[in-house]
């Protein structure tokens, strides 16, 4: 049977996170990883948070940060703030580093599960999935029964059967529906935005058809004080204790 699967997602350069994030898939006995992009921006861990996922060599898709770092201008639809990381991580990147994210895929398809950073619809564009009528639009494409994404940052699971789609906040561990089409959004490994400061990524059960969304501590002062010592926004490092 399949193999435990552990789950995340939009790392942004916060490599105390992700490093607690790690120490706990490997305590908790799984060995299998994607990662579902945005390794970059925001943060200041920006080469040590890219190495640190290549040297697990599990596959990894692009995020829009991934893809704004590599740009030769940046994205006018960035807030001053992720224009700030974006930059930094530009300035820091290796050209095979760029090659490396450059070669990545947006959506990859593994033992009939979907793996996405943003909505479906429309992937060059990295539509958010926020509320129903764009998740309606992402299962319109979604062609198998279980998909994962990350991008908004949220822990969600979304549930279309028929006309009908359910939804509710991504927590403790969640049996999968034995029909229709389901979402699951995997939260931030670097930068929450539900309110929970922790880290957050999943573990896949296909033996059980479950998912656990697993929340992580991590050392945050110090990665508040490397934001502030990388001369990046106040609010960067403000806004991980929030959670938002």
């Known amino acids: 049977m399949p193999s435990p699967l552990a789950i995340f997602s939009d790392i942004h350069s916060n490599l105390e996170a992700l490093k607690a994030v790690l120490a706990d898939v490997r305590a908790q006995g799984v060995t299998d990883c994607i990662c579902l992009g945005d390794i970059v921006g925001y943060a200041s861990g920006v080469r ?4 640190t996922v290549r040297e697990l060599e599990c596959p990894v898709l692009l995020g829009n940060h991934d893809e704004a770092s590599c740009a030769e201008f940046p994205p ?5 703030t992720a224009r ?5 991580a530009a300035a820091r990147l290796t050209a095979s580093d760029r090659l490396w994210l450059d070669s990545l895929s947006r959506t990859i398809i593994r033992e009939g599960v979907t793996f996405t950073h943003a909505s479906l ?5 990295w539509h ?7 998740a309606r639009e992402h299962f319109q494409e979604q062609t198998t029964r279980l998909s994962f994404c990350g991008h908004t940052h949220r822990p969600m699971v979304w549930w279309q059967h028929g006309d009908d789609l359910l939804y509710q906040p991504g927590e403790d561990v969640v049996g999968l529906p034995p029909s229709g089409k389901v979402l699951i959004n995997v939260g931030s490994v ?3 935005r539900d309110g929970d ?3 957050c990524y999943v ?4 033996e059980e058809e479950t998912v656990e969304f697993r929340r992580v501590e991590y050392d945050i002062q110090r990665t508040k004080r490397k934001i502030l010592r990388a001369g990046l926004p106040r609010f960067t490092a403000q806004r991980l204790s929030l959670g938002r």
Request: proline share 8%.
């Open 48 to 51: 040590s948070s890219l190495r």
């Open 76 to 80: 006018e639809d960035f807030n001053e």
């Open 84 to 88: 700030a990381g974006v930059a930094l």
């Open 121 to 125: 619809a429309d992937p060059r564009h």
């Open 128 to 134: 958010y999935i926020l509320g129903a009528d764009d």
């Open 190 to 192: 670097g930068q929450p």
């Open 197 to 199: 400061w922790r880290a």
């Open 203 to 206: 573990i896949f059960c296909p």
